[in-house]
Nanobody, 123 residues
Framework: QVYLKESGGDSVQAGGSLRLSCAASGRNFHINFMAWYRQAPGKQRELVAIIFRHGTTIYSDSVKGRFTISRDNTKDTGYLQMTSLQPEDTATYYC?????????????????WGQGTQVTVSS
C-alpha cells in the first residue's frame, strides 16, 4: 500500500501564493505519475495538473501560467506551487499517484489518493 499526505493548504487573499506538498510513503514503490485534483463545494472533482516520472507536465487551462507542478523523486514528494490565486481557486486539493509496488515475487499496480488539503482564497 502507498499512502499520500497533503499539506500546505491555507486561507489567503486574492493574488497570493501557496505551495502544496504531497508526501508518498510505503515500501518498494515506484511512482509513474503524480497529479493534483481539486473539488469545490457542489462541483465535480477536476484535474489541476499532472507530472510524469520523466518530467512531462500537463495543466488545466484554468491554472496554466499560474500553477507549477513539480516532484522530487528522491523524496517521493510532489509539489503544487500556486500563484496569483483567485477566489475561484477555492477548493479542497487532492493528491493522486499511480505506479507499482514490487513484492518478493510480484508487481502490483497502485492508485492512491490523499485526504485533501483546503485552499481558501478571499477577494
Amino acid at each position: 500500500q502507498v499512502y499520500l499526505k497533503e499539506s500546505g493548504g491555507d486561507s489567503v487573499q486574492a493574488g497570493g501564493s501557496l505551495r502544496l506538498s504531497c508526501a508518498a510513503s510505503g515500501r518498494n514503490f515506484h511512482i509513474n505519475f503524480m497529479a493534483w485534483y481539486r473539488q469545490a463545494p457542489g462541483k465535480q472533482r477536476e484535474l489541476v495538473a499532472i507530472i510524469f516520472r520523466h518530467g512531462t507536465t500537463i495543466y488545466s487551462d484554468s491554472v496554466k501560467g499560474r500553477f507549477t507542478i513539480s516532484r522530487d523523486n528522491t523524496k517521493d514528494t510532489g509539489y503544487l506551487q500556486m500563484t496569483s490565486l483567485q477566489p475561484e481557486d477555492t477548493a479542497t486539493y487532492y493528491c493522486n499517484a499511480e505506479g507499482y509496488v514490487d513484492n518478493d515475487s510480484s508487481r502490483r499496480v497502485f492508485d492512491s489518493w490523499g485526504q485533501g488539503t483546503q485552499v481558501t482564497v478571499s477577494s
